[in-house]
């Protein structure tokens, strides 16, 4: 036995505590302490000498240890259960590599005793982990960055069909950092990107090739509303009905912060303030026993939803009725896109007030159109969707006859309709939009002289091999409107 391995005797000791006992339910005597520092340290000590070396561990209140007459015990800085929030945060956080998370999971059992079982790190294998092994250095760099003021360049990437990441840009990003933080089960760095002035966020895990450049700049005055930015949220006012079984769920979810009211049916009727996104997420989970009263918002986002929803778990993947809802004001871009559906009937509510050009893009077949006869913005005719206030013709399928009053064929009005073999344009239209006929089956088309604006591809991608005399002005006529979209080519006025 040396002399600077007895000087080392206390520390050993506690470590001996630390390992066998961590509470008093399981304290060392005197004598398995003398044991346990002969065997694992080569350190042999007399009862009294560890006794002197336990009341000096004892007298230090930051170690945690205690001397009773039955033993001795000593307790870490964390307790069983701070350590199992501790690992099972390590082993549910996504961007934390497989690797890294095992490591970390073991450093965090070493600061236990040796009875201490956590969760097995077994669950790392079903768990989504980053395959980022740089993330954790990147943390260590992007706080020293902001800590010093320092500038930052990195390599910003996203996940493509291979499952690898790839970067979005042939040059790095630089970046003023400002903030490192957690949501929605993600780190985030939030910064100022020098070039475009302007602020983002982006996902750690998807950041390569980090490192600090020159002194940053300045903050602007506003940077600390930065939480408004990376994550804005809009509160409203919620009113919702719910089987009464389903309160447990509300309550979960919202908390105690809401008023209770007795409602039809043995339902209860629950107000509270929430964000509208967190809302309808909530709502579409539980649709089978709760539903949205108020605000209207809610209920026109989550139709929205259902409806492509809908579209897309169609049981018949040839044909489908979409009749939208009333109540619904509006159909947005891409609800309705081409998803390998056919429409057999659309039916327009009175409620609705606008149709995006892009909600049927590309879809092959509406094969009957009708609108509500007391909506106060649209009306059917002919199996076309007709904007009463301009008489423009807003939407058709492969089936419509185009009203002779028409003025306009708005944008997108036909786009895709493949099964659309042959329409007659009729006199009195003045103008067709961008794409109104693009990718439809049409083999060979009239324009009538009223004509005098057709806009962009506005028969593209068709059948038409010989394009018709134009009687237009070549600044009324757009790109490529005959044309293949690639090749943009622009004809040119036949008189």
């Given at each position: 036995m040396?002399?600077?391995?007895n000087?080392?005797a206390?520390l050993?000791?506690y470590?001996?505590l630390?390992?066998?006992?961590?509470?008093?339910?399981?304290?060392l005597?005197h004598k398995?302490i003398?044991?346990?520092?002969k065997?694992?340290?080569g350190?042999?000590l007399?009862?009294?000498?560890i006794?002197?070396?336990?009341?000096?561990?004892?007298?230090?209140?930051?170690?945690?240890?205690?001397?009773?007459?039955?033993?001795?015990?000593?307790?870490g800085?964390?307790?069983?259960?701070?350590l199992?929030?501790?690992?099972d945060?390590?082993?549910?956080?996504?961007?934390?590599?497989?690797k890294?998370?095992?490591?970390?999971i073991?450093?965090?059992c070493?600061?236990?005793?040796n009875?201490f079982?956590p969760r097995?790190?077994?669950?790392?294998?079903s768990?989504?982990?980053?395959?980022?092994?740089?993330?954790?250095?990147?943390?260590?760099?992007?706080?020293?960055?902001?800590?010093?003021?320092?500038?930052?360049?990195?390599?910003?990437?996203?996940?493509?069909?291979?499952?690898?990441?790839?970067?979005?840009?042939d040059?790095?990003?630089?970046?003023?950092?400002?903030?490192?933080?957690?949501?929605?089960?993600?780190?985030y760095?939030?910064g100022?990107?020098?070039?475009?002035?302007?602020?983002?966020?982006f996902?750690?895990?998807?950041?390569?090739?980090?490192?600090?450049?020159k002194?940053g700049?300045?903050?602007?005055?506003?940077?600390?509303?930065?939480?408004?930015?990376?994550?804005?949220?809009?509160?409203?006012?919620?009113?919702?009905?719910v089987?009464?079984?389903?309160?447990?769920?509300v309550?979960?979810?919202?908390?105690?912060?809401?008023?209770?009211?007795?409602?039809?049916n043995?339902?209860?009727e629950?107000?509270?303030?929430?964000?509208?996104?967190?809302?309808c997420?909530?709502?579409?989970?539980?649709?089978?026993?709760?539903?949205?009263?108020?605000?209207?918002k809610?209920?026109?986002?989550?139709?929205?939803?259902i409806?492509r929803?809908?579209m897309?778990y169609?049981?018949?993947?040839?044909?489908k009725?979409?009749?939208?809802?009333?109540?619904?004001?509006e159909i947005?871009?891409?609800?309705?896109?081409?998803?390998g559906?056919?429409?057999?009937?659309?039916?327009?509510?009175k409620?609705?007030?606008?149709?995006?050009?892009?909600?049927?893009y590309?879809?092959?077949?509406?094969?009957?159109?009708?609108?509500?006869?007391?909506?106060?913005?649209?009306h059917?005719?002919?199996?076309c969707?007709i904007?009463?206030?301009?008489?423009?013709?807003?939407?058709?399928?492969?089936?419509?006859i185009i009203?002779?009053?028409?003025?306009?064929?708005g944008?997108?009005?036909?786009n895709?309709?493949?099964k659309?073999k042959?329409?007659?344009?009729?006199?009195?239209?003045?103008?067709?939009?961008?794409m109104?006929?693009?990718?439809?089956?049409l083999?060979?088309?009239?324009?009538?002289?009223?004509?005098?604006?057709?806009?962009?591809f506005?028969?593209?991608?068709?059948?038409?091999k010989t394009?018709?005399?134009?009687?237009?002005?070549?600044?009324?006529?757009?790109?490529?409107i005959f044309a293949?979209?690639?090749?943009?080519?622009?004809?040119?006025?036949?008189?």
């Amino acid at each position: 036995m040396s002399y600077n391995s007895n000087r080392l005797a206390g520390l050993h000791i506690y470590s001996i505590l630390l390992k066998y006992t961590g509470d008093n339910e399981h304290r060392l005597t005197h004598k398995q302490i003398a044991y346990y520092l002969k065997r694992d340290y080569g350190i042999e000590l007399e009862r009294k000498a560890i006794s002197i070396y336990l009341k000096e561990l004892e007298a230090c209140d930051e170690l945690n240890v205690e001397v009773t007459p039955k033993g001795s015990y000593a307790y870490g800085s964390f307790d069983e259960s701070e350590l199992r929030i501790l690992i099972d945060s390590v082993l549910s956080s996504k961007f934390i590599d497989k690797k890294r998370a095992y490591d970390l999971i073991q450093r965090l059992c070493s600061l236990s005793h040796n009875r201490f079982k956590p969760r097995s790190p077994n669950s790392l294998d079903s768990t989504v982990k980053s395959e980022n092994k740089s993330l954790l250095s990147n943390i260590d760099l992007i706080a020293e960055a902001i800590d010093k003021s320092k500038k930052i360049k990195f390599i910003y990437n996203n996940y493509e069909a291979d499952k690898r990441l790839h970067p979005i840009s042939d040059t790095p990003f630089v970046v003023v950092p400002y903030q490192l933080f957690m949501t929605d089960e993600k780190y985030y760095l939030f910064g100022l990107v020098e070039n475009e002035k302007n602020y983002f966020k982006f996902e750690l895990d998807k950041i390569t090739g980090c490192a600090i450049v020159k002194k940053g700049d300045e903050a602007e005055d506003d940077y600390t509303d930065i939480y408004s930015f990376v994550q804005p949220k809009e509160t409203v006012n919620v009113k919702l009905r719910v089987e009464a079984f389903a309160i447990n769920d509300v309550i979960s979810y919202f908390g105690k912060n809401i008023s209770i009211f007795p409602s039809e049916n043995n339902s209860l009727e629950v107000k509270f303030e929430a964000d509208l996104d967190q809302v309808c997420g909530w709502a579409l989970k539980h649709g089978d026993v709760a539903e949205i009263i108020f605000p209207n918002k809610a209920r026109q986002k989550i139709r929205r939803i259902i409806s492509r929803m809908d579209m897309a778990y169609v049981k018949n993947e040839k044909t489908k009725q979409l009749i939208i809802p009333n109540g619904t004001t509006e159909i947005s871009e891409w609800d309705c896109l081409n998803d390998g559906t056919n429409i057999d009937y659309l039916f327009i509510p009175k409620s609705l007030v606008r149709i995006n050009p892009r909600a049927f893009y590309g879809k092959n077949s509406i094969a009957k159109i009708e609108v509500d006869k007391e909506n106060p913005i649209y009306h059917s005719c002919n199996n076309c969707i007709i904007e009463t206030k301009t008489n423009t013709l807003v939407l058709g399928g492969e089936n419509s006859i185009i009203p002779k009053y028409a003025t306009r064929i708005g944008k997108s009005a036909f786009n895709g309709r493949g099964k659309l073999k042959s329409i007659k344009i009729p006199e009195g239209v003045v103008k067709i939009g961008y794409m109104a006929f693009c990718g439809t089956g049409l083999k060979d088309i009239e324009i009538p002289k009223s004509v005098k604006a057709i806009d962009s591809f506005a028969f593209a991608l068709c059948q038409i091999k010989t394009p018709p005399n134009l009687d237009i002005q070549p600044e009324a006529i757009g790109e490529g409107i005959f044309a293949d979209i690639k090749e943009a080519r622009a004809i040119k006025s036949k008189r």
